[in-house]
């Protein structure tokens, strides 16, 4: 979970740092444009050295810099929106995440109990066959017991009626 937060706050910062590179860049291209565009007008008035065509270029440069102001609000509503945007999504998927999460954590924890019941059955199904296995030796030393017994009788007998 660390991983993934570390990760969806990451791909912010760096959607947020491009975001601001470029609005940076906007504003840089605009502002060579508006010195661009004053350096024509100070060069038009000096060539024309008429104060109506300076009047004129005065009032390009006025128009500029307010299309440029109408474009760096929109820009800054466009900026604040994606933010908003990258926000929302970025806390559904920690969201989602979390909740995957949860999801994995509760069925390892079944695994787990599942593995702690099998090896609880097998340890105690050692135990039964230790006590089966104990058992059986002692019902077979008990037959074997009988048997030698049996076959001591049985030589003794035999002996016996050979001697006679």
Do not use: C, P
Request: glycine share 4%.
């Amino acid at each position: 979970l660390t991983k993934v937060i570390y990760h969806l706050n990451t791909r912010n910062e760096d959607s947020e740092g491009r975001l601001q590179t470029l609005s940076d860049d906007y504003e840089a291209e605009i502002e060579s444009l508006l010195l661009d565009a004053s350096l024509k007008v100070a060069a038009a008035s000096e060539e024309g050295g008429g104060k109506a065509a300076a009047a004129a270029i005065a009032e390009k440069v006025a128009a500029l810099e307010k299309s440029y102001a109408a474009e760096k609000k929109k820009a800054l509503e466009q900026l604040e929106s994606y933010k908003a945007q990258l926000k929302t999504t970025s806390e559904g998927k920690q969201a989602d995440a979390a909740r995957a999460l949860k999801e994995t954590q509760g069925e390892m924890q079944g695994r787990i109990t599942e593995l702690e019941a099998v090896i609880k059955a097998n340890l105690d199904g050692k135990a039964n066959d230790r006590q089966e296995l104990e058992m059986v030796v002692q019902m077979h030393n008990t037959k074997f017991n009988e048997m030698m017994a049996q076959q001591l009788t049985e030589q003794e007998r035999l002996s016996a009626a050979l001697r006679e």
